[in-house]
């Protein structure tokens, strides 16, 4: 059902036309869904019926039959605003326009951007703290918007982070697995920030950066004052909630033979492209994008929410392709055979083992995360000795971007990175 007369929708950005992806399976996800529940509806007073918590005391006092022609109602208002999300998203004006500062090293295609040389910097001879990011999104997420920075914000309070953008895989990275990530690119580059710095440095690993950095932080201590992780998973044995759901049905697969599919289509695509991710992440919660673009669709345009909304959608839709045998690593070595946690994960030469960290540690696990939640996240921080856990209430992006992240996140960050990263 169009939500615009034909010659009434507006035009999308370039960027955007098709988005977001997969954009097909989420109108189809949003239509399986509410056809469910319109076949469902008579079944909504029985006891066993899935209500969500915090829908069930409500559904507690219906009375009578449910009205389906009124429930059809309701479904068609909804999709008709999960379109008109989507086309106000695809149309609106902003663009990224947020410079990076400059480069102090480079290799391949991974940078080191040193935020403090940012105009916001206090101190660009602060306490050098090297941030990783995840090898899946772009590194951007943690400079999103001039008011949503967490790396401007820490290089405001005396604070040097640099960020290690790992870039789009080229042809030296191609052939990477997640091993050869951290000898030829982690190691090196926090080498260097140490050695422009004069002194060893923190690091902070934001989702699977995070588990990176506690795989450096475990396997050497040279170069290292302090680890911080921010959502970073580590035990991939639960199978509860939708995510787990999703990895049961990859081992059920098996490993051979997920292993021969990420191999052949990496072979084909010479890496493994962004469209298999964005499947994955859509298949754990198939009913996100519906719900997120129908709220979209009742802000204001011109607010400062909707401006928020639009860069991290958009931040989404610019992913990256993933070296084959990275994702190999990824998706078999630690979805299904969940080395991290079982103690067989070899990186930088050895088995990574968390009890053998033995610098200060701040662990971020957020209440809300559905890419890391507490199952998957929490076993990494109580493993590591002495480790603080803070369990912000949000989402595994609100936790850097989220309009209360500089109080629940960004500035306990701060204060520990203040206390332990010279």
């Known amino acids: 059902m169009p939500s615009h007369p034909p010659d009434e929708r507006p035009v999308p950005a370039p960027h955007r036309c ?51 022609l009124a429930l059809a109602r309701e479904i068609g208002a909804r999709l008709s605003a999960m379109l008109r999300g989507i086309e106000m998203w ?11 500062p400059p480069a102090i090293w480079s290799r391949g295609n991974c940078r080191l951007l040193d935020y403090g040389q940012a105009p916001e910097a206090a101190d660009p001879r ?49 052939s990477f697995d997640l091993d050869a990530y951290g000898r030829e690119r982690l190691v090196p580059a926090l080498a260097r920030l ?21 795989g450096l932080a475990a396997r050497s201590r040279e170069n290292l004052t302090a680890l911080a992780t921010i959502g970073a998973p580590w035990d991939f044995a639960a199978t509860s909630g939708l995510g787990g759901g999703l990895r049961a049905m990859i081992r059920a697969t098996g490993a051979e033979r997920t292993e021969a599919l990420v191999t052949g289509v990496g072979e084909a695509f010479g890496a493994v492209p962004l469209t298999v991710f964005e499947h994955l992440f859509a298949l754990i919660n198939p009913m996100q994008a519906a719900v997120k673009f129908q709220r979209f669709a009742r802000l204001d345009p011109d607010g400062e929410a909707a401006r928020h909304f639009v860069a991290i959608e958009d931040w989404l839709t610019d992913g990256l392709p993933m070296a084959t045998p990275t994702a190999r690593d990824l998706l078999v070595g630690w979805q299904i055979r969940n080395r991290t946690a079982a103690g067989r994960w070899h990186f930088l030469g050895g088995t990574v083992r968390p009890q053998e960290i033995r610098i200060p540690t701040l662990a971020f696990c957020g209440q809300s ?54």
Request: aromatic letters at 6%; glycine letters at 10%.
């Open 194 to 214: 140490a050695e422009e710095a004069g002194r060893p440095a923190a690091v902070v690993g934001y989702c699977m950066g995070g588990t990176l950095a506690a």
């Open 90 to 100: 695809q149309a609106h004006p902003y663009r990224r326009t947020l410079a990076p």
């Open 126 to 174: 602060g306490l050098p703290v090297l941030v990783v990011p995840s090898l899946i999104n772009r590194a951007y997420i943690l400079d999103l918007l001039p008011e949503r920075s967490l790396l401007r914000w820490l290089a405001a309070r005396g604070l040097r982070p640099v960020l290690l953008d790992w870039g789009e895989p080229g042809p030296e990275e191609r």
């Open 369 to 422: 995360d559905s890419i890391a939640p507490a199952p998957i996240a929490l076993p990494l921080a109580r493993d590591i000795p002495g480790a603080r856990i803070v369990a912000p209430p949000t989402g595994h992006v609100g936790m850097v971007v989220g309009s209360a992240a500089a109080q629940q996140v960004w500035r306990p960050l701060a204060d520990f990175l203040a206390a332990h990263a010279g």
């Open 18 to 68: 098709g988005e977001p992806g997969p954009l097909v399976f989420h109108l189809a996800a949003a239509l399986a869904g509410y056809q469910q529940a319109l076949l469902a509806a008579p079944n909504a007073r029985d006891d066993r019926f899935p209500w969500s918590p915090h829908l069930r005391e409500a559904a507690a006092g219906l009375d009578g039959e449910i009205d389906r």
